[in-house]
């Protein structure tokens, strides 16, 4: 039998002569249809949401605090820094200062509890973003003390599904940075270590592939219909983005900063060869035959990684560019509808047979983080784009 790892070292080596030679290339859009594609999806969501501490309703009603709701808001805080129109600023700038207001700056499972699960975190990520332009201390009082409580606790494993990082890692980073304080950034490093090397048999890290299994459910002995490990497209994505945000912030003179970015190094080199052609990625990364097709939740975040690299200067443009093009060009033509619903999204999960069918039209049961995870991608490719 034909291992994994030689095949896709076999189309890592087709992929980039074909990105040298010219093949199938594409042009990055121009940065005024990047930021059009940016504002009419969440001019779409703003004007279904008019009121942002309503409850949302699917199955159950949830407050609009919760990890879903969390990841839109960073993807608008992404799209007020990156909209140069004032008006429109101060738009997305109130409507998540109305949304903190609403919940009176607190997490859904409040502060009472021992500990807050990463999800309940979220949040505090666009909490602690607004207070640095207002520094009003209401903002960062329940999300301070939740992270407080735990860097007094010797409980290391709490991060134990890959969402996870990407819902926390970032809150425990712009604490450190805000406050000068390292023991944030030693309790972060602590979690994270404990979820790479510890959670399931090994940890969810696996060194050979260079991708995560998202939680113990699926490392190995678990196998994909095609006898491959199962990596989770929006969870591998949700490592990405905390990796991001976290380096984006995290002083370079961290004694895991090196490690942080050789795993964002690793895991963006993982995925250029499994790229779909049509510019997307599969829900499962190494079973394209498994609830495959177009994916916008797992693409957008893979884009966002990439072109921050190539923006920072840390990833090769000549070998990233093409990729993030086909994929940005890809979203832009098959998720993007002309009223600003975003198809193509996987409902919420953990695997790729959960939140199906994913469709141009079939909608999730939560519209929201998709969006900011494409919101996120889009901050990144316009400051690429021509």
């Known amino acids: 039998m034909i291992t994994f790892r030689p095949w896709i070292k076999s189309i890592a080596v087709l992929l980039l002569a074909s990105v040298f030679t010219g093949v199938h290339a594409q042009k990055l859009p121009k940065k005024k249809n990047v930021l059009k594609d940016m504002r009419r999806t969440n001019e779409y969501f703003m004007n279904k949401w008019p009121d942002p501490g309503k409850s949302i309703i ?5 407050p609009s605090n919760i990890w879903t709701r969390g990841v839109y808001y960073e993807g608008l805080m992404e799209l007020y820094r990156t909209d140069a129109n004032e008006k429109n600023k101060k738009v997305y700038y109130d409507y998540a200062v109305d949304w903190g207001e609403k919940h009176k700056w607190g997490l859904r499972s409040g502060t009472a509890r021992e500990r807050q699960n990463a999800d309940d975190q979220t949040c505090g990520q666009t909490y602690i973003d607004l207070y640095l332009i207002d520094k009003k201390e209401e903002r960062i009082r329940d999300i301070k003390t939740a992270v ?6 010797d409980k290391v494993d709490d991060w134990w599904w890959i969402d996870a990082l990407q819902m926390a890692m970032p809150v425990f980073t712009r604490l450190g940075v805000l406050y000068n304080d390292t023991r944030y950034f030693d309790k972060m490093y602590e979690l994270y270590n404990y979820s790479k090397t510890k959670h399931g048999d090994k940890g969810l890290w696996n060194p050979e592939d260079k991708l995560w299994w998202r939680d113990r459910d699926f490392d190995p002995p678990y196998k994909e219909p095609n006898g491959q490990d199962c990596y989770w497209s929006r969870g591998n994505g949700w490592v990405v983005a905390a990796l991001v945000r976290t380096l984006d912030m995290l002083p370079k003179s961290d004694p895991h900063y090196n490690e942080y970015m050789q795993d964002y190094k ?4 993982a995925l250029l060869p ?3 052609a049509d510019g997307f990625w599969n829900a499962s990364l190494h079973d394209p035959n498994n609830y495959g097709g177009k994916e916008t939740t797992g693409t957008s975040l893979f ?4 072109a921050w690299g190539v923006n920072k200067g840390i990833l090769s443009k000549d070998v990233y560019t093409p990729v993030i093009t086909r994929a940005w060009n890809a979203m832009h033509k098959d998720a993007v509808h002309k009223n600003g619903f975003l198809g193509y999204v996987q409902g919420t999960g953990k695997e790729p047979k959960d939140g199906q069918p994913v469709s141009y039209t079939s909608k999730p049961d939560f519209e929201d983080y998709g969006l900011g995870c494409f919101l996120m991608a889009g901050s990144e490719v316009y400051k690429m784009a021509r």
């Open 58 to 62: 699917t199955n159950r009603e949830r």
């Open 148 to 153: 407080d409580g735990m860097l007094v606790s």
């Open 266 to 269: 690793d895991m963006m080199a």
């Open 274 to 276: 499994i790229q779909r």
């Open 303 to 306: 884009v966002y990684g990439m």
